[in-house]
T-cell receptor, first 110, second 112 residues
């Protein structure tokens, strides 16, 4: 079946690193994504990783994928107040369909 | 990057009326678009997959007669909420894929 789970809430201090975790169940997933949603807005694609990769780094963002454990994480270095948002991980199933986790609320305290 | 435009961003309608939401891919052709619904503080629930030139594929539990989807061209899909009721009030988001999935800005529907 298709299921994506995330921790619901994370609070960090400005300047610290944030790590948001996600687990998924579909071992046939080809791509895994991280999206950011600010209040009342659509989703912004932050980064994605192909399933045959272990790690991807993009500026302040580092994605780690443990395919054996079906675990995905997003690390945000030097977290800023502007990073406060809801972060969704998602996996592709059946080629096109995206299945989302419930979202992790990131609160950055100054 | 590719842009998906959704309109309107907010709509308030009376109970019993119908509301149409448009989703356009601005700089690429999308044979497939997706419609999601998001309840407050919850994740996105896929409602249906919109296929250009053919019938939409609805997820289990989504009423196809209530949520009409039309994908008449490679750049436009519409979602019509028919005979809207207050429980249809929600945030609706569309998505279209180029190499990756891009999302519209979302439509906040309030039925009074």
């Amino acid at each position: 079946g298709e299921d994506v789970e995330q921790s619901l809430f994370l609070s960090v201090r400005e300047g610290d690193s944030s790590v948001i975790n996600c687990t998924y169940t579909d071992s046939s997933s080809t791509y895994l994504y991280w999206y950011k949603q600010e209040p009342g807005a659509g989703l912004q694609l932050l980064t994605y990783i192909f399933s045959n990769m272990d790690m991807k780094q993009d500026q302040r963002l580092t994605v780690l994928l443990n395919k054996k454990d079906k675990h995905l994480s997003l690390r945000i270095a030097d977290t800023q107040t502007g990073d406060s948002a809801i972060y969704f991980c998602a996996e592709t199933v059946y080629g096109n369909k995206l299945v989302f986790g419930a979202g992790t609320i990131l609160r950055v305290k100054s | 990057g590719a842009v998906v435009s959704q309109h309107p961003s907010r709509v308030i309608c009376k109970s019993g009326t119908s509301v149409k939401i448009e989703c356009r891919s601005l700089d690429f052709q999308a044979t497939t678009m997706f419609w999601y619904r998001q309840f407050p503080k919850q994740s996105l629930m896929l409602m249906a997959t919109s296929n250009e030139g053919s019938k939409a594929t609805y997820e289990q539990g989504v009423e196809k007669d209530k949520f009409l989807i039309n994908h008449a061209s490679l750049t436009l899909s519409t979602l019509t909420v028919t005979s809207a009721h207050p429980e249809d009030s929600s945030f609706y988001i569309c998505s279209a894929r180029a190499d990756e999935a891009f999302f519209g800005q979302g439509t906040r529907l309030t039925v009074v």
